[in-house]
């Protein structure tokens, strides 16, 4: 019996080479992950104490400690673009999610033609982003857009959208979340799939009406969706620059000035990396305060 048992128990043991395999078969990716990921960080974070300008030389630069950040933090430009890539992220992720979850509820609920309105859908979102912004552009061009036409045709004001410090911000924000709303669609529509008809059933038998069986069962099933959308979107939409820097150059009076726009002008484009790598490790700081709440959530 003992013998029986100590053989069953051997058999149920995995042995070194079965371990080891899940770990060899991770290792390429961790490889490539580090040197994609954590040595560019770590690079970053180190030249960020330097006054490294590259026509110089790395092995030229000095160590300057915090004058980069004092910098940073001192110029009215930066904080500038600080609060308006923070409060475009809050609005396009909010606005995103919003129009997203309901465009998912009722393709969800489509008797026939859902996959033809799925395809239409993520057209806008399968255009890069560069395309998005010239063919914006150019309908929204104040001398021969075809909107500023219909407005005029219309007998209604017509604004140079871009260059206009009351329409720049609010005509790329909503560029943005004409482009991203699909994404947002696409992730809930998939969570929606995952409910069950029978829930609905029992909430229509209780006398549940429309919006009780969304927010009482839509809502609570899909959840983990919403916060994985909403922490992808933040993160993506913190990184705005190619809207921004063909459309308005982070013009105008700075109204739509990005911290990525702020650091292409004053760092990349000027070769001053110690600078623009002390600017990079703010955003990254700022982008983890932002999604920290979903990344909790992720890890739970």
Known sequence: MKQAALK?????????????FPRLMLAPTLVVMAILTAYPLVFTFVYSFTDYQYLKGAENASFV???NYADLIQNVYF?????????FTLLAVFFEMVIGLLIAVFINSLRRGQKVMRTLLLLPYLLPAVTVALSWRMMLSSNYGIVNQVLESLHLPVYNWFMDTKTAFGTILLIDV????PFVFLLLYASLQSVSESQYEAARIDGAGVIQQFWYVTIP???NGLALCALLRTIDTFRLFEKVNILTGGGPAGTTSTITQYLYNY???NLKFGFGSAGAIVMTLLVL?????YIKRAIK
Do not use: Y
């Open 8 to 20: 069953v128990k051997r058999t149920r043991e995995p042995h070194l080479g079965e371990r080891a």
């Open 65 to 67: 400690a915090l004058k």
């Open 79 to 87: 904080r500038q673009a600080v609060w308006n890539t923070v409060k």
């Open 178 to 181: 004409w482009q991203n709303v």
């Open 221 to 223: 099933n899909i959840k």
């Open 267 to 269: 760092g990349i484009r």
């Open 289 to 293: 305060i932002l999604a920290s709440a």
